[in-house]
């Protein structure tokens, strides 16, 4: 019952890990860093690595969420704690590899991983 969807894109933690940070199945969290604010339920599993979070790439709204108590307002989506960074080595040459899109630049995927905070939100406001 675990892995049903749950109306939305969740954030995946590790038992261990998330046992230690006072979160429990389907809490409200927020993940922070210096990039932004990102708010979603959790999904505890011992199948994530300790010290990993993951969030699918994939966007789908069908729940509210909650206001952020960093932002105070509502917290954006996934992408909003990531940072597309840039390696010169790649943009040298011009070969057709090197391609732009929204929030990516070059043929590696190295805008995913990044370094967060996760907390549990205690009383979400709505």
């Known amino acids: 019952m675990m892995t049903l969807s749950r109306g939305g894109y969740p954030v995946w933690l590790n038992d261990k ?47 509210g969420i909650p206001k952020s108590p960093l932002r105070g307002k509502r917290a954006g989506m996934n992408n909003s704690i990531t940072r597309a960074r840039l390696k010169p080595v790649l943009m040298s040459g011009g070969y057709a590899q090197f391609t732009y899109a929204f929030n990516y630049w070059g043929p590696v995927g190295v805008n995913r991983d990044t370094f967060v905070y996760v907390r549990r939100i205690e009383q979400p406001q709505w």
């Open 17 to 63: 890990d998330a046992a230690e940070l006072g979160i429990k199945d389907n809490d409200w969290v927020e993940l922070f860093n210096d990039n932004g604010v990102f708010v979603q339920r959790a999904i505890v599993s011992a199948r994530i690595p300790r010290g990993t979070v993951f969030v699918y790439h994939a966007t789908e709204r069908t729940v």
